[in-house]
């Protein structure tokens, strides 16, 4: 998957919970990427994160960070 469509996606569910304030948005952001994308998806988002994030919404990036965070606390109980 193109980086521009993992950014489009991404920022429109931004979009979409950026009304619930910056807390609530985030947890929102990173539960449905956590249900709905699948790891492929979730590494390209993280690589452009890790990248500077350019377009993502910050929301997005604050979620991408516990999100990833969480990936990696999954990944080391296995």
């Not at 489009?8 to 950026?18: G, S």
């Not at 929301?59 to 990696?72: I, P, S």
């Amino acid at each position: 998957m193109d980086v521009s469509d993992i950014t489009r996606m991404a920022n429109q569910i931004a979009d979409f919970f950026a009304a619930s304030g910056h807390d609530d948005a985030v947890k929102g952001i990173a539960d449905h990427i956590r249900h709905f994308w699948d790891p492929r998806m979730r590494r390209a988002l993280y690589a452009q994160v890790d990248k500077g994030g350019e377009g993502i919404n910050p929301l997005v990036v604050d979620a991408a960070v516990a999100l990833r965070q969480t990936d990696q606390s999954v990944a080391s109980k296995t």
